[in-house]
């Protein structure tokens, strides 16, 4: 087994996750299995009880685990499944060793930090690496661990300690430090400042690792002299230093890392078993970004959820969203719409906030409303979904999203004007979505309905089923405490919302489409979990394919794109494989 540690210097934020993806990617093109970890330094025992304004979006893996957005990266770029134990934070270590002290397995001994902590550290970093992340489940051969925060900090020093004595235990020919730094540029002076990450690296040395590679965050491409000067200072030779500058598309930083020789150094310091051939995966990752440079065409999806500030809070949405965009060859244009801005309440306080935003709405080609919690901002989503739905604009609708089409459903189709979650109301006289029974309020933390569950399509003329290949079922993951009524669930189906897909008991409603409208579908699991680039999720590619205009034709042709619209036309590229130049979708079940 072979370990590659991703640490990070001066700043947090600096895109150790998409490096240490990208590190993944280009050594899975090279026919290896490779894993990855996140750490965490925080104590918290996951993710799921964070604000999305704190760390971004509560990722869900199949398991059931909620987890750093890094692991959707690390899913996405290299198409894995990981579980939650890929997730390691301080929360989890410490609540391990102390379950392990209460029940006396350590005999009596003074329980610290170094051994025991660090210790715990390394015993679960070498198990989890083991573990099979791919569907032929054979074990990874090489792991690439990313230790989040910066290099420094009081709460990561246990995992330092912990690598610093790791080295030696799996001996220096399977352990290799990825360190990432900022080198600034400032717009005073324009030159290229190294003294940050000089800093850094002594910093880390102190610590007891040494860097093997030094890559090099950057807005522009480094100079040679740069290069030099760290090479220098911080005791590498200059192919060790790597500069990953600002690229128009995240797919190029594999590539980028592949231009520099980072397939050859690997092969010399870690002893790999590669090939040294034309990687045909690399090829399908030079053809996206190439495509992604050049489309044309735009498509607008306006977005209405609550935490629009930071699009890290829809890390997952947005990709979904890229993915199908880019398999249809348009350029995606996100409108962020803050829900609340939709409401009357703004209208009387910011007249001007108020109409910019129904402006952005009604200039969308489509409109998505994803998942999220809490009351804030519900009714600015709800007027979202009404005008949609007159409208007839592609409509979709996430997890907290498809509740709400169908309390606007329920109000001005039905006539119930006072329909409500009871997340909201709970004293509103027509319930129409529900807590549900594992729901445990008493505790906040992992007790969701969570992870991949599956879902049975009950009518065979569904939209969704169709652009899901016409399969019978799909496992999709969750994240939700509240359902639809499914008691009420026949008055919607007698005026035209029907509820196409259910769980595998068939009580609890999974799908939504309403007739007589060319997408207005609601999802109450996550697909955006499971979207890859090359393998776009279906729901959110009819979004797509709706807003664009090109969903009728679509469906009549058998669900397969006109040559015009397919993966490699444009491209002007000779790749052999075949799924560049014709759009297939995962086999879901």
Same mark, same amino acid.
């Given at each position: ?44 025992? !996951? /993710? ?9 979006? %509560?990722? =869900?893996? @199949? #398991? &059931?685990? +909620? ?51 660090? !210790? /715990? ?9 083991? %573990?099979? =992340?791919? @569907? #032929? &489940?054979? +074990? ?450």
């Amino acid at each position: 087994m072979k370990y590659i540690l991703v640490t990070g210097g001066v700043i947090s934020g600096i895109g150790k996750g998409i490096i240490a993806s990208s590190v993944g990617t280009i050594l899975k093109s090279c026919g290896l299995h490779v894993t990855a970890i996140k750490i965490d330094p925080y104590i918290n025992i !996951d /993710a799921g009880t964070f604000s999305p304004y704190e760390h971004g979006e %509560v990722f =869900v893996l @199949d #398991d &059931g685990g +909620e987890v750093d957005l890094d692991l959707g990266n690390y899913e996405r770029f290299l198409d894995i499944r990981l579980t939650k134990d890929n997730n390691l934070t301080t929360g989890k270590i410490y609540q391990s060793v102390i379950t392990k002290e209460r029940r006396g397995d350590y005999l009596g001994k003074t329980v610290q930090v170094v051994p025991h902590i660090t !210790d /715990a550290i390394q015993e679960w970093v070498m198990r989890q690496a083991k %573990v099979s =992340v791919d @569907d #032929d &489940g054979v +074990e990874p051969q090489v792991c690439v661990i990313e230790l989040g925060g910066t290099v420094g900090d009081i709460e990561s020093m246990p995992f330092i300690e912990a690598f610093r004595q790791f080295q030696f235990k799996v001996k220096r020919e399977n352990f290799c430090n990825i360190h990432v730094s900022l080198v600034p540029q400032p717009s005073t002076t324009g030159e290229q400042k190294t003294k940050p990450t000089q800093n850094s690296v002594r910093e880390l040395r102190g610590l007891g690792l040494s860097p093997d590679l030094i890559v090099c965050r950057c807005s522009t491409p480094l100079d040679t002299a740069v290069k030099e000067k760290i090479s220098m200072f911080c005791h590498v030779e200059p192919e060790q230093v790597i500069c990953i500058h600002d690229v128009s598309s995240i797919y190029r930083v594999p590539l980028l890392l592949e231009d520099q020789g980072m397939v050859e150094y690997f092969c010399r310091r870690l002893d790999l078993p590669i090939e040294m051939r034309p990687r045909r995966m690399l090829t399908k990752w030079k053809e996206m970004s190439d495509r992604s440079d050049r489309l044309l065409e735009h498509t607008s999806i306006a977005l209405v959820g609550k935490y629009t500030k930071f699009s890290d809070s829809y890390a997952s949405v947005i990709k979904a969203l890229e993915h199908s965009a880019l398999a249809i060859n348009h350029k995606l244009e996100v409108k962020y719409i803050d829900s609340a801005d939709l409401e009357q309440s703004t209208q009387q306080e910011e007249p001007v906030k108020y109409h910019e935003a129904w402006q952005k709405l009604c200039s969308a080609d489509g409109v998505l409303v994803p998942g999220g919690f809490g009351v804030r901002g519900t009714e600015g989503k709800i007027q979202a979904i009404n005008w949609a739905r007159k409208q007839k604009k592609p409509f979709l609708g996430v997890c907290l999203g498809m509740q709400l089409a169908v309390c606007e459903f329920a109000r001005n189709v039905l006539g119930w004007q006072d329909a409500n979650s009871t997340e909201f109301d709970p004293e509103t006289k027509h319930p129409v979505v529900i807590d549900m029974p594992e729901h445990n309020p008493g505790q906040m933390g992992g007790t969701m309905r969570l992870g991949k569950r599956r879902t049975i399509f009950k009518s065979n003329s569904s939209i969704l089923r169709k652009l899901y290949g016409d399969t019978e079922h799909v496992d999709e993951r969750h994240r939700h405490r509240f359902e639809v009524n499914p008691e009420l669930k026949h008055h919607f189906e007698k005026k035209g919302l029907h509820f196409v897909g259910q769980d595998t008991e068939g009580q609890r409603m999974e799908v939504i489409e309403l007739e007589d409208h060319a997408y207005f579908v609601g999802v109450q699991y996550h697909p955006e979990f499971t979207s890859r680039p090359i393998k776009p999720s279906p729901p959110y590619f009819g979004l797509l394919l709706a807003a664009a205009g090109k969903l009728q034709s679509y469906l009549l042709k058998g669900c397969r794109l006109s040559p015009r619209d397919t993966y490699s036309d444009r491209s002007g590229s000779s790749s052999p494989d075949s799924e560049l130049s014709e759009l297939k979708f995962p086999s879901v079940s």
